[in-house]
């Protein structure tokens, strides 16, 4: 086969230019405030979005780099359905720290190295070293920081009043609010935050579930909801049970509860199967035959009239002489059914589809419903059906409204993209997170601050807060002009300022009084046992980089290997491009360095985090963040070449010699 192409040699200097090719498009509608992104399909269509991942995959790029990023960027919203455009803003802030260490460093990091002569080869082999070294930073320095340092800061949604583990609704309306504000129109956002919030406390049964609802949310969100241009976006709700965007086969209206079927075969068979051969020798048999087929089907809905079965699901198209018959006995069909929503069916049912002859069915073969009723969403009839679902997971469908088509399907793509967030949330983070046992506790306060505050006590009540005691302070927003104080018999509360942050010491029955005005019911800091490594959060508005960002440089001060230094260095200097973007779109007219001066200087004094940012962001989802971009640049920066083939067209197979091969 002949081939023809060129080489093309790849250095940093091209890398950071195709990368900000797409800085330049996602940075214009990065945060709360960015913009909309209008595009114009082929077919004649207008976009108009601002969620990164639609709009990096809308573009027609050629460059493979470009689509190595792309790709990239993709991968890494399937895990969190976050955090697509933070991904093009930090990986071309770690392309610009590492164009910058690879000059300064080049000399330092080769000196061994006689060989390398021209300033391309040491730039090279200066990035190679490091792309092998940031796997290693990620897991020796990375990872401890977040486990010893990062942790004391982390907050939970779930609160433990009383031994009552309840999941906090105000934490989950700020972590849902914080995600919307990046996808979702101004006009829009609180409303779509709030049906959220509504549809994962609608669906959610039993606490201890909570992954796997949101899980099973996450999955087949396809067949959870339903979208309806053409009336407002206020005209968005939930419903009780699954719509199936069909109408009826056949509609027989009952009451009270209904047995329903599932099958995935035609229920009137055919003469013969498509293996074996069936031969008529007159007229006659083949009039017997097809009565006895017909007699056959309407024998198997009588009987199955007799089993009280009211409903019947298909994945295949049934025949007319069944529907027929399903009319004579008071059976409501729905049939060609796909095979997601009979898996959604089966799943939230618990039943499978029938794989026995129908003549024997029985009622343990089939599940209960609550309500089957047609149903009509603009123009357009469906099916809505009520079950009762599982233990854990209550089923609630979805109705997306937009004033055109591009709008709802942009609302039911943030909505699912938000529960690809939950889940990630929810899900227990890696064990390498977890605290050594000489180490603060990553549900409790920082103990250095802790510490501070043991030789204080209650001026209105005399009662000292030393030991144990203090360490079972929980973290609530409470307004600084409102002290709230408190005192019973053997309980006391009290409020212990540190700067912005404010530590309630609770105890005995006084536990509910933490709750008081001036407080919220919002993220708490003492998550149960079972949940201590789920449901992590962090304040928004770059609050998790900002903070990194400190330790990587503290870290990068002591270190003695100088290679992890400069690496820590130069990844803490990347992470700022995130806050700064922030910031600046806020405060145009204020400096960020200022800003980041008064709150580094704020976290040496207190060694605490500023709770005033708001809206709440998962943590575990900003470091998968941190760990794609790190996984993208060590492999951006290993490549030396594109080699760009063109393939002559073939005529035929027989032309083609072992010469040509």
Not at 62 to 73: C, E, G, K, Q
Not at 461 to 489: L, M, P, W, Y
């Amino acid at each position: 086969m002949r081939m023809q192409g060129h080489v093309k040699d790849l250095d940093i200097n091209k890398i950071l230019q195709v990368a900000e090719s797409l800085e330049n498009i996602v940075c214009r509608c990065f945060g709360p405030d960015g913009g909309q992104v209008l595009f114009m399909k082929s077919t004649g269509d207008l976009l108009i979005t601002k969620d990164g991942r639609r709009i990096l995959e809308y573009l027609l790029l050629d460059h493979p780099v470009a689509r190595m990023i792309v790709n990239s960027a993709s991968r890494h919203y399937s895990v969190t359905g976050d955090g697509v455009k933070s991904f093009v803003l930090l990986l071309c802030a770690v392309l610009r720290e590492l164009q910058a260490t690879a000059d300064r460093h080049e000399g330092l990091l080769l000196s061994g190295n006689p060989t390398v002569n021209t300033r391309y080869q040491r730039q090279g082999h200066v990035l190679r070293r490091i792309s092998n070294m940031l796997l290693t930073f990620q897991t020796r320095v990375l990872e401890h920081i977040i486990a010893k340092h990062l942790c004391p800061h982390f907050l939970s949604v779930f609160s433990n009043i009383k031994g009552d583990i309840t999941l906090c609704r105000t934490s989950i309306q700020q972590t849902l609010d914080a995600y919307f504000c990046g996808r979702v129109g101004c006009n829009n956002r609180m409303f779509v935050s709030r049906l959220a919030c509504d549809y994962l406390y609608s669906c959610l049964l039993d606490i201890n579930k909570i992954y796997d609802v949101v899980s099973l949310v996450s999955k087949s969100f396809d067949d959870l909801h339903t979208e309806v241009p053409g009336l407002p976006v206020d005209n968005s709700r939930i419903l009780p049970g699954l719509v199936l965007r069909r109408p009826f086969s056949v509609y027989c209206p009952a009451e009270g509860e209904l047995h329903a079927l599932i099958v995935t075969e035609q229920i009137h068979q055919s003469l013969s199967a498509s293996d074996i051969g069936f031969v008529v020798s007159s007229g006659v048999q083949l009039q017997v035959s097809q009565q006895y087929v017909r007699e056959r089907t309407e024998r198997i809905l009588k009987q199955l009239q007799n089993n009280h079965i009211k409903l019947i699901f298909s994945s295949v198209k049934q025949q007319e002489i069944v529907l027929f018959y399903a009319k004579l006995s008071g059976i409501s069909i729905v049939d060609c059914l796909t095979s997601e929503e009979i898996g959604v069916l089966c799943t939230i049912t618990g039943t499978s589809p029938l794989s026995k002859p129908l003549g024997d069915v029985l009622l343990s073969d089939t599940f209960l419903a609550t309500s089957c009723r047609p149903l009509l969403i603009g123009c357009n009839k469906y099916v809505h059906l009520i079950v009762s679902g599982s233990s854990a997971f209550k089923p609630h469908s979805l109705v997306f409204c937009g004033p055109v088509k591009g709008l709802s399907e942009q609302l039911a793509a943030s909505f699912h993209g938000s529960f690809m967030m939950l889940s990630q949330l929810f899900q227990p983070l890696d064990a390498t997170w977890e605290q050594p046992s000489n180490s603060p506790c990553n549900c409790l306060p920082n103990r250095s601050v802790l510490a501070q505050k043991q030789n204080q006590h209650c001026s209105k009540c005399q009662n000292d807060f030393t030991g144990e005691r203090t360490e079972q302070a929980i973290v609530t927003h409470c307004s600084v002009e409102k002290d709230v104080h408190k005192c019973t018999v053997g309980d006391c509360i009290t409020k212990l300022s540190t700067g912005n942050m404010w530590l309630s010491q609770v105890e005995g029955k006084g536990q509910h009084d933490a709750w008081t005005e001036g407080s919220t019911d919002t993220a708490t800091q003492i998550p149960p046992a079972s949940f201590q490594n789920v449901g992590l959060v962090l304040p928004g508005g770059g609050s998790f980089e900002m903070l990194l960002q400190h330790h990587l440089h503290n870290f990068a001060k002591t270190c003695q290997e100088a290679d992890l230094a400069m690496i820590s260095a130069m990844f803490g200097n990347a992470l700022l491009c995130i806050p700064r973007q922030i910031y600046q779109a806020r405060n145009r007219n204020k400096c960020f360095p200022l800003f980041y001066s008064k709150y580094t200087d704020r976290l040496q004094k207190q060694n605490w985090l500023d709770l005033t940012q708001t809206g709440l962001e998962s943590v575990s989802c900003k470091y998968q963040l941190v760990a794609s971009v790190l996984h993208c640049i060590s492999k951006l920066v290993s490549i030396n070449m594109i080699v760009a083939i063109k393939r002559e067209p073939k005529t035929s197979v027989s032309e083609e010699t072992d010469e040509d091969i």
